[in-house]
Structures are given as structure tokens and as C-alpha cells.
């Protein structure tokens, strides 16, 4: 008898951990299948650390096949599913195309930016779910500075050093505070002419930083900004975004070259490509995370509307610590369903949440024991550490280098802006020149064909949580191996619990801790 084939969609924390669980349970008597358009799992709570200079770029990264045992890893991105030939269809980064066959699948696809219909916001604001706009950021902000210390007017030099973040949730709130401390230790080492100091004005319709929180989570994180110059506006958003500045719900016009884009997420298009039903663009799935009437079908994190037990009626929320315990839930029934074990509905328990504004300041409830400045920011950066699946010794050490030594402010150049446009349907991978528009292509075909994805950021879906400020999205990041094209059987691969307090990523959805 063949091995039972599993193919799980997406290497996000849903993703991830239904991989990783599985390779554990299954001990090579089934052949596990992870398809996903880059080789790592991004540790999304930290890439606000990144855009800012305090961690480096793989320090947030995971490599799917070390961390994966008896996982084989496909790269690629799913533009439809046949699910009564039981199918993926996917492409490679590369344009190729190929199928891979399942027995169980996992839908574990993420989410992506939602956009709203403010002109001019899709052409100069830049989203912030993944490595390359994180890096994008990080040599923008600089240049920025840079070009304000050599400009002619003080106008000028203002507006360079204006920054403007719109999205008041967990990721906006973070780079918000990042972004304040890197901009303010480059002045210090190289003052601007006239004594113009950086800028940082942080957006929300909210009446409050954090909405998603408690008040004290709130209150915290909206008095250590405002301690360190960060402008807070709440009830406040963009009207329209030009080349020169924003201007703001409320008449005024700022002069600004940098809009970051932190406002909400929506479920990846996939979702309601299958055909299956949804809610608010999330597949409706039971208690066990199935779909109804299709029981060889998973969904979890981003991509399902998963019944909350403890709030009957309602779904468990776009979070990265929900999704992280969907993907335990998801592999004990998926081997439940081979006969290891019985099934178990999806429960949890709200432990608290922790925010690291930089430096030493932090918001956090561990185990809802409120906690502010050095406390709450060693509760947050120990929380991280618990809760990354790797890395955590390098992490550690850039923490420890960034508290003695000064940052690097050097461009590296190594991502454009035409490389990270907001309206993205895959944040992971920047644009390369000369390389085939795969996922254009792919966008094409599904207008003439049923079943397949149709292009991403389109009206409908999740809508942006309480804004303009919401929160961001999640999912991992590219070649379709030769055995999956032509719906050949998948070869196996050789190559390879939550922490007690919550991260909320209203940016993430997975990207929460």
C-alpha cells in the first residue's frame, strides 16, 4: 500500500507548524509535501527590528528544510486547487508549472495587504509583510535622511525627514517606535542643517493606539511614542497620498517622502477561488478545522474562519498565535484521520500579549499581570526567544550588540521601490528584472478559467481592522521541482508549543507570536 500523500499550502505559522508536527508524528510513513514561494518561515513579530537596523535579515528567517525533517519542500505559489481530482495546481518562480496530488491538504495560504480606495495610496505607499519591503524600508529611511542633510532648503530637508505610518495596530505601533530610534540616532552622530529633527507621525481612524488590546496594552504603547516625539493621531487617516506628501482626513497636507502601509489584511484570493463557503473571505471550516463535506480538506491561520468555542458564534481572530496553534490542532487530526488518535476540536487560552517598542520599553500582560517600560520590554524580547523556532542565539547576540555599539546607517541598495509595490500578490519574493510575470500569467488564465485564483487585492474579503489601522498579514515566501509537473506523484524528501504570553500582529495575522 502507497504512502498517504499530505500537501500543505503555505509555510507561514499555520503552515510551519502542521509541518513540522507532522514530520514528527508521521516518522516517514507518509510523504509530506510543503509548497511555498520562498525556502524559510519569516518570524513576521520581529521584521519591525529589521527595517530598523537592530537585527539582520536572516536573523528572522527559518530554513524550511534544516527545521523540517522528512518535509519536502516545493517552491512555488498554488493558483488553484481541483479538489474533486483532489490537485494542486502551482507555479514556480521561474513560470513553471506543475500539479501535485494530495490525499490530505492543508490550506495554510496566509493573507495580503488590503487595500482601500484612497487615490494615489497603491502607487507611492509601500506595505510591510515581508523581508523585501522590510529591507526596502531600512535603505529608504536612510537615503531619506542622507538627501535631508544635503538639501538646499529647509522644506526640503523637512519633508525628507517626515515619515508617515498609517495603521495605529500591532506592526504600525512597532515601526512607528522602531523607525523614531533610528532616525533619531543617525541625527545624533550627523546633525541636519538647522537643527530639523526627524519626524515620525503615526495614523489611525481608531480612538486609540493598539484598538485590538487592552487599555493598558494601549495607554503604554500611545504614551512611550508620544515621550519619544512620534506624533499619534487617532481618528485620523490619508485622503489621498501624492508625490510630494499626505493629505489627511482632517485638511491638512504634510510634505513627506515616506508612507508606510499597515492598515489591514484580507485572505489570500486562493481562498475563495475554491469555490468552498466563507466568511468575510475565510473558509468556513468545523471545530477540527476541516471543511464541511470535504474531511480530506484543512484550513487554519489566516485562511479559515475557525468557530471560537469560548465565544460561541464568533472566530477565532487574524492572529500569528492562533495560527501557530491552528498548525498543532491541523496535524493531530490529519494523523487522527489515518488512525493515530482521535480527532480534537481547535480550543485555546488567552494568556496575554506583549509589544516591544525598541530599546528597552515594551508593552505586555503576561498572564494578564500588567507590565510597562524595562519589565514589559524583557518580557517581550524573552517571549521572542522562546517562540522562534531557530535562530535564537543570533538574535540574542544583535540584541546584545545593538545595546553597546551604534548602528550601521549604510544603504545597501539591495531592493528597489519598483521591487515591493504595495499592490504585490506576493510580498515575499521582490521583483527581479527579466523575470517571467508567473503570477500575471496565472491571474490571466483564472478570468477563463474556474478554479483558479483571481487576482489579489481586488474589493472583497477581510476587511482592515478599524481602519486605515489594522493590521498586516502573514504567509512565507521560490523552483517547481521536474517530478511535479505533469501531476507526476510527489518524491519524499530526506531533509527535515506556543510560549505563555500572546503577540497580536493586527498586521499579521500570522504574524503574530
Not at 356 to 384: C, Q, T
Not at 401 to 420: D, E, F, I, T
Not at 483 to 493: L, N, V
Amino acid at each position: 500500500m502507497s504512502r498517504p500523500r499530505i500537501v500543505i499550502v503555505g509555510a507561514g505559522f499555520a503552515g510551519y507548524r502542521t509541518a513540522k508536527e507532522l514530520s514528527r508524528k508521521a516518522r516517514g510513513k507518509a510523504d509530506i509535501t510543503l509548497l511555498n514561494p520562498t525556502d524559510y518561515f519569516l518570524y513576521l513579530p520581529l521584521l519591525p527590528q529589521v527595517a530598523a537596523g537592530v537585527l539582520e535579515p536572516r536573523r528572522v528567517t527559518v530554513s524550511l528544510s534544516d527545521t523540517l525533517p522528512r518535509v519536502r519542500l516545493v517552491l512555488g505559489e498554488a493558483d488553484g486547487i481541483d479538489m474533486d481530482a483532489r490537485t494542486v495546481h502551482c507555479t514556480g518562480p521561474e513560470g513553471e508549472r506543475g500539479s501535485l496530488p494530495y490525499d490530505r491538504l492543508v490550506l495554510a495560504v496566509g493573507s495580503v495587504n488590503k487595500l482601500l480606495p484612497i487615490p494615489g495610496v497603491a502607487e507611492y505607499a509601500h506595505g510591510f509583510r515581508g523581508l523585501p519591503e522590510a529591507l526596502y524600508l531600512r535603505d529608504h529611511v536612510t537615503r531619506q535622511v542622507e538627501l535631508a542633510a544635503a538639501a538646499d532648503d529647509r522644506a526640503g530637508c523637512e519633508a525628507r525627514c517626515t515619515f508617515v505610518v498609517v495603521g495605529a495596530g500591532y506592526t504600525g505601533t512597532e515601526v512607528a517606535a522602531h523607525g523614531q530610534r533610528c532616525t533619531d540616532a543617525q541625527v545624533r552622530a550627523h546633525p541636519l542643517p538647522g537643527g530639523v529633527r526627524p519626524r515620525w507621525i503615526l495614523l489611525d481612524i481608531a480612538d486609540r493606539v493598539l484598538p485590538e488590546l487592552d487599555e493598558h496594552l494601549s495607554t503604554t504603547a500611545d504614551r512611550t511614542l508620544r515621550e519619544r516625539g512620534v506624533e499619534v493621531r487617532m481618528g485620523t487617516s490619508v485622503k489621498e497620498a501624492t508625490p510630494d506628501g499626505v493629505l489627511l482626513t482632517d485638511g491638512e497636507f504634510v510634505a513627506t517622502r515616506t508612507l508606510v502601509w499597515c492598515v489591514g489584511v484580507r485572505p489570500d484570493p486562493l481562498v475563495e477561488s475554491t469555490g468552498q463557503p466563507v466568511e468575510r473571505g475565510r473558509l468556513l471550516v468545523d471545530p477540527c478545522l476541516q471543511l464541511p463535506g470535504r474531511p480530506e480538506v484543512f484550513a487554519c491561520g489566516d485562511a479559515a474562519a475557525v468557530p471560537d468555542l469560548d465565544n460561541p458564534g464568533g472566530f477565532t481572530p487574524m492572529t500569528a498565535q492562533h495560527a501557530w496553534r491552528h498548525g498543532k490542532t491541523v496535524a493531530h487530526n490529519i494523523a487522527a484521520s489515518f488512525g493515530d488518535g482521535e480527532r480534537q476540536p481547535y480550543r485555546h487560552r488567552d494568556l496575554g500579549f506583549v509589544v516591544d517598542l525598541g530599546g528597552a520599553k515594551g508593552a505586555a500582560n503576561p498572564l494578564h499581570i500588567p507590565l510597562s517600560g524595562v519589565a514589559a520590554g524583557a518580557v517581550a524580547r524573552g517571549y521572542h526567544l522562546v517562540a522562534m523556532p531557530g535562530n535564537r542565539v543570533r538574535v540574542a547576540a544583535d540584541w546584545l550588540l545593538n545595546a553597546v555599539l551604534p548602528r550601521q546607517a549604510v544603504q545597501l541598495g539591495l531592493v528597489r521601490s519598483w521591487s515591493v509595490p504595495l499592490e504585490s500578490d506576493s510580498p515575499e519574493p521582490a521583483r527581479v528584472p527579466g523575470q517571467p510575470g508567473a503570477r500575471e500569467e496565472v491571474e490571466a488564465r483564472s478570468r477563463n478559467q474556474p478554479g483558479r485564483a483571481p487576482a489579489k487585492n481586488q474589493p472583497g474579503g477581510e476587511p482592515a481592522k478599524n481602519q486605515p489601522g489594522g493590521e498586516p498579514a502573514k504567509k512565507q515566501p521560490g523552483r517547481l521541482p521536474a517530478e511535479t509537473q505533469g501531476g507526476g506523484e510527489p518524491r519524499p524528501s530526506h531533509g527535515p508549543g506556543t510560549g505563555p504570553v500572546q503577540h497580536t500582529d493586527a498586521d499579521s495575522s500570522e504574524g503574530d507570536s
